[in-house]
C-alpha cells in the first residue's frame, strides 16, 4: 500500500473498533481479537477443480491458516462442524464501481459547446483522466456490500466509470466489519478505459467512436513522447498514464465490433487489454479467439419478449429474437474456443438473476467448474491477484461460501458468506433440512406429507386418500408446526402438530385433533428432495433448442457464407465500360473472382452456367459518397480531424449492405461526414455481406479523407449555440485549410530533424500534401470550390474529388484545368440555402466539360437504385447511355484509383459484376445476381429463400417466447429498433 | 456582430427576391382548339391508344381517339412516336409551403399548437415557388398543398401549378382535413435514462378517445347553436356534413384498423394517408371502401426483416387486393423530390405492376381519392385538358422528357430557374471554345 494513503486511512479510521495493535485504547482493556476458526466435515473446493471431500478448512487473522484432509485443528480454535456442507472461494468481480459514485451529467442544451479543456495541468482532453484514484473519494457502502455479500462475492475491483481512460481501480474486500485499512487489498489494482466521455467534463472532443480510437491512439504516442522528457510543462495526466503502464489494462469495449477494434489498438502500442464485452461476443467468436485477450463479460441475458399481441410483436426483429435465444451460450461458447473469461455483475440488474443467468449458461452447456472458475480463479488471475483471492489455499484471504451443496443446483442455498474472517450469515445453516416426503401417522390414520420450498419458506401439501388437505406449516429455532384440515369437506376442522426437529429421517410429536382431543404423532421420511425426484426433474428440463448463428447473426445472414464459383453468363448484352462498348448477345466466363474472358459461344467444364439471355450484364455500381456500413459518421468536436478512421466504425452488420447489394452496388466509399473542413480518413468497402469489416476494405485501395465547405462546417444549421467553433464563415474556412497544410509542412520538417511529437492529424495531412492520401471534398458553392483549388494547388496538390459539387457547372472549366472530379448527386436541391442554384443539368455539364463525373449517394435509399440515378444523366442534359452508366461504375472508380481492379467488364479484372433484368437504366429493371471477386452476395432466387428463413425462424422463436411466457418466465414488452440512416450531416453522441 | 447579421440578412433577402423572379409566367388562356396527333395517348384509366388524337378547346377535352376515326381542330400538334398522359397529381404534398429547408423563413409548413382545422394551406401557397416550376417539366401538373405537424394540421387545397396567385392556383379549395393518427409506438426520453429505439405508447388509447372527444364536440357545437364561433370546430363542418375528407396519416396496421372504424363510427369519408402496413389490412380497406395515399415507394424498409423490395411492390399487393391506392412522396427533402413522383410509379411497375396501372397510381386513383375525377385524372372527354406529351416513357427517367404540358388547356411553360442556369452555363462554354 502506497504510504500516503494509508497515512490517510489511518487518520479517516482512528475511530474504529478495528485499531492497529500499535494504536493505543482509550475505551476498555485490550483484547486480542486474532480468533482462529476451523471448518469441518466440509466439501471445500480449494479452487474450481481441487476439490476436498470432508475436508478442514482454518482461518486465522481473515487468512486461510490451512486447508486439507488430515489436519488437526489447532488448539484454541473455535470449531465449526459443517456437516458435509460446501466451501466454495467468494466470487470476484473484477468490473465494479462498488463505493464510487459516478458523477452525474450536466446537461444544458443552451450552453455553447466547450472546445478545450476545463482543467489546468492535465491532457488537453478532459476525459483522459489516468490521474483518477478512486481511493479518495471510496466510500464502503454496507447495503450494497450485503447485496453482493448475499449473491456469493468477497472482493469487488472498483473504479470510477467515468471518462475515456478512467484511471486506476481498487480491490476491496467486502469486509463489512472492518475498515478500510483491511479492506483495501490493493489501491492501484488495474487501469481502466472505455469509449465513453467522461460526465464530469462538457468539452466536445470526441463526439464520435473513431473519435474516441483516435484520441486514445494519440494519447500513447504523446504519453511516449512525454515520459521521453520532451515535454517543457507538466501534465499530470500523462504522468499518471506513464505511471499506470504496468498495471492490467482493462478496456471495457461494450460491443464485439469494438472488441475487435480496441485489441487492434493495443497491438499497435504493445498492450493486451482485457476486454470488457457486453455478451453478444458469440456472434464472431473467430475473432474474439484472434485477440487473444482475456474477457470480462456480464450474464444480462435479455427476457423473453412478451408477443401475445400480433400486431406488436411484428416489430421485433429477428435479431433481437435470435439473441434472446442464443445468449445464455456465449460462457459456452467462450469456453469452447478457450477463451478466458471472468463474469461481472456489471449490467445485471441484481444478484439473483446474476446467479440464475449462470444457470441458464450451464443449462446451455457451460461446464460447472469453468463457471466456478469464471467466479473465482479467472478474475483473480485478470486482475493478477491470485495470490490474495480467487482461491482457498494457504495464505489466502478467508473469503469464502458456505452452502448447502453444488452452487449451480437450483436448490442451493447460499448459508454464510465470509470475507477476511468475517461471517455473513444469511440463512440459518443448522437448519434442519425437513424437505422430503413423509409418511404422517396420527390416531391410526396414514397422511402422506410432502415438505417442499427453501429451508426458510417451506410449503407443506398433505394427502389423505388421495384428497388434498388444506395446510399450513412452520419451522424455525428447530420446531416445527403443522396444522390442516381435516378430510370432512362439509364441517372443516383443523389438526395441529407440533414437534422438536433433530433429524428429518424421523419426526415426533404433539399432535392436537379437531375434537380438541390430543395425542401424539409421527412421520417418517421416505425421500429427501434432494433425490430420485430431483434426478427425474433433471432429465425433463432438457438442454433449450438454440437457433444456429448466421453471418450476420440476424435478418439475410446466412449460416454458410457464399463461395466463389466458376461462373459463366450465357447470351447477356454486355455493358464493357470499354471500348468495346455494350456486346450483344456474348458470354462472360467468371473464374477465380477474376473476369477470365468475354466473348461469343465460351464453353467452359465445371462452370456454372447462368441464361442471361435478355439480360443485361455490367459492372458493379460504386457509390463514391455513402454513409451506411458505419457506427458513426461524424467527429466534429475539431474542425480539423484527420486523425480519425472510418474504417474504425465499419458496421458490417448493416443491413442497408444487403440492400446495396439488392441495388447492384458492390463497392462503396464510406466516408466522414462534413462536419469540419478538414474531416476524416474513409474506407472503401466491398460489400461483401457476412463478412468481417477487415473483409469488406478493399484490398490494396489508396487512402482517402473526406475535405468539406460550406454551411455544415461553418455550422449555419445547427443551432443558435453553435456560433463559437472557428470558422463561422466561407473566409475563415480557407485559413483552416491554409493553416493546417502550412503546419503540415513546418511538422515534417520537424520529423526530418528527428526530435518531433508523433502526431497522427499532421501525419495525416502531410501524406496529402504528398499525394499520398487524396481528398475528396463535400462542396456546393463555386467560391469555395474555386478557393479550394488555389489553396491545394499552393501547397502543390491536387484535390482529387469535390464530392456533391452542385454548383460544379459554374466552374467546371476550372475543375478541368486543376484536374478534380465531380462526385454529385443527379438531381438534389432546395434543401438548404446554397443548394438554391443546384441544377440537375449539372453532372452532363462537367461531362461535357470533360470532367471525370460520378453520381452518388449519400443516402442509405438512393444507393439502392444508382442505376435510376445515371438515367438521369441522359434525361437532364442528354448524356449518351453508354456514358451515364460510366457516371456510377468506371468513373467512380476511377475517382478512387481502383479503376485496374474494378469499373468495367474486362478479362483480368475483379469480377464485380451485376446482372439486370432489363437494361440497367430502365425503370423497370431489377438487379437479379449481383457478385464479388466471383463471389455472388445477392441473388433473387436466394432472396426468396433467405426471406422464408426469416419467416420459419421467426415463428420458432416467437412459439419458444410464448411457451416461455406460459412457464410464467418474466417477459419484456416488444421494443421496436430506431433505425437512423445516416446523411452526410448525422451528428454522433 | 448584430449589425453585420443585419445586413447580412438583408443581403440574403435581396438574393431571394432577386432570384425569385425566375418564376415563368402564367400562360394565357386557350385561346384556340389544340389538336395533338400522333401519340400513344395514356389514359390514365389502365387503358392506352396508339397513334391517337386528342382535341381540346377551352380547356377542356373534346375528342379523342385513334387518329384514323378522330376529327382534328384548330392548332395541330405533331405528336408521332411520343406519348401523352394526363397531368400527374402529387397528393399531401409541401410544394409552396417552403422554399429552403434549411432556411426558417422559408418554412410555413407547420403552425403551432396541436388542433388546427381552421389552418389553411391554401393562402401561404407561394405560386413563384422555383420549387413547384421545377415540377412540371417532369409532368407534376397537380398538388395537393397540405398542412403538417400537430394532431390535427389543418386544412388542404388542390392547386394547379401555373399561377398568378393562389387563388388562380386553387382547383378544390378546403378539401380535406389532415389528422395525424397516434402512434403506437413512442421513442424512449433517453434524457430520461430511458433506452432509445421506440416502444410502446402507453397513451395510444386514451390519444384515441381524445380524437372521438373532440370530433363528439364538435358534432355538438355544430349542431347546436354555434355560439360564441369556435374556429376549430367551425372548419370542421364540411367534414362532418361528408364534403370533405378526413386524411388520416397513419402507418401501423392497429392504427389503419381504427381509423377505419373511427371513420365509420363518425361517418366520415376517410383517406389513410402514409399507410406503411396497409398491405397488411388490405381486406379491412377494401370491405371499407377507404383509399390509401401510400408512402414513397422510394423508401428503405422500416424493419430488418422486411423484403428489400416491400416499399417497391406495396402499392401492388394492395392494388391486387382491390384497394384504390394513390402514391404520396412526403419525407426528407419532399418538396424537390417532389419531381420523382413519375419515377416512383415506374418502380412499382418494376416490381410486378402493370405499367398502366402504375400510371393510375398517380393519375386517376389520385384523382378519384381526392375528389377531382371530374375533371382529371384521365384523358377522357368533358374533363379538363391538363396534360402533356412525353418523347417517351414519362414514368422511365429516359422517357420523361416532356415537349408539351397544358393546365387547362393552356400551355405552360416547361422553362424553370434550373433549365435557364443550364443554358446560361452551357453558353458561357460554347462560346468560349
Known sequence: MNKPYLLLFVILCSFSAFAQEYFPKNDGVKTDTKTITAFTNAKIYVTPSQIIDNGTLVIKDGKVLQVGTNISVPKGAVVMNLN???IYPSFIDPFSDFGIEKPKRNRNWREAPQYDAGREGYYWNDHIRPETNPLEEFTFDNKKANELLKAGFGTVNTHKHDGIVRGNGILVALNTSGDNSTRILDDRSAQYLSYEKSAASRQSYPTSLMGAMALIRQMYHDADWYAKGNANRTDLALEALVANKNLVQIFHSGSKHNSIKTDAIGDDFGIQY?????????????????TNASFIIPVNFPNAYDVSDPYASTVLELEDMKHWNQAPANPKMLSDKGITFSFTLHDSKSGKEFMSNIHKAIAYGLDKTKAL??????????????????????????????????????????????????????????LVDLRGKYDLNIAGKTYQLAITGTPEKLKSDVIIDSLQLGSKLSFSDGWLQLQFTTPDTTNTGFIRLTASVKNPTYISGKAVLDTGYETTFNATQKATSSSEEKDKKEKQEETPEMLPISYPNGAYGSTTLPRQETILFKNATVWTNEKEGILQNTDVLVKDGKIARIGKNISASNAKIIDATGKHLTAGIIDEHSHIAAFAI??????????????????????????????????????HGSANPIGGRSAILSLKWGRSADEMLFKDADGFIKFALGENVKQSNWGDTETTRFPQTRMGVEQVFTDYFQRAKEYEAKKKSGNYRYDIEMETISEILNSKRFVSCHSYVQSEINMLMKVAEKFGFNINTFTHILEGYKVADKMKEHGVGGSTFSDWWAYKYEVNDAIPYNGAIMHNQGVLVAFNSDDAEMSRRLNQEAAKAVKYGGVSEEDAWKFVTLNPAKLLHIDDKVGSIKTGKQADLVLWTDHPMSIYTKAQTTMIEGTIYFDLERDTQLRRNIQNDRAKLINMMLQEKGKGMKTQPVKKKEKIHNHCDTGQL | MKKYLFIYSICISLCISFTGLAQQTPAPKQAQAISIVGATAHIGNGTVIENATIVFENGKIVRIGSAASTRTDGKIIDAKGKHIYPGFIAPNSTLGLVEVDAVRATRDQDETGSFNPHIRSLIAYNTESKVVESCRPNGILIAQVTPRGGRVSGTSSIVQLDAWNWEDAALKADDGIHINWPNDYTKGRSWLGESRGLRPNENYSKQVQEIQKTFDEAAAYLNGDRSPKNLPFEAMSGLLKGTQSLFVHVESEKGILDAIDFGKKNKLKIVIVGGYNAHKVANELRLHKVPVLLHRTHSVPELDDEDYDLSYKKAKLLMDAGVLVGLENSGQMERMNTRNLPFLAGTVAAHGLNKEKALQLITSNTAQILGINDRLGTLEVGKDATLFVSEGDALDMRGNILTHAFINGREISLETHQTKLWQRYSKKYSEKQ
Do not use: C
Not at chain 1, 482485457?274 to 474474439?288: C, K, R
Not at chain 1, 484471504?397 to 465470509?418: H, M, P, R
Not at chain 1, 468536436?637 to 480519425?644: L, Y
Open chain 1, 373 to 430: 472458475e469464471a467466479l473465482t480463479t479467472i478474475p483473480a488471475r485478470i486482475l493478477k491477484q491470485e495470490d490474495k483471492i480467487g482461491s482457498l489455499q494457504n495464505g489466502r484471504q478467508a473469503n469464502f461460501i458456505i452452502t448447502s451443496g453444488d452452487l449451480f443446483d437450483k436448490e442451493t442455498v447460499i448459508y454464510e458468506n465470509w470475507v477476511q474472517g468475517n461471517q455473513n450469515i444469511f440463512s440459518d445453516k443448522s
Open chain 1, 84 to 86: 458435509g456442507k460446501t
Open chain 1, 274 to 290: 482485457v476486454l470488457v464485452g457486453d455478451g453478444s461476443e458469440y456472434e464472431n467468436i473467430d475473432a474474439m479467439k484472434a
Open chain 1, 634 to 671: 461524424n467527429e466534429a468536436g475539431h474542425n480539423s480531424t484527420a486523425e480519425v478512421n472510418m474504417a474504425d466504425v465499419v458496421d458490417p452488420e448493416d443491413v442497408d449492405i444487403y440492400r446495396n447489394l439488392a441495388g447492384g452496388v458492390t463497392t462503396i466509399q464510406l466516408l
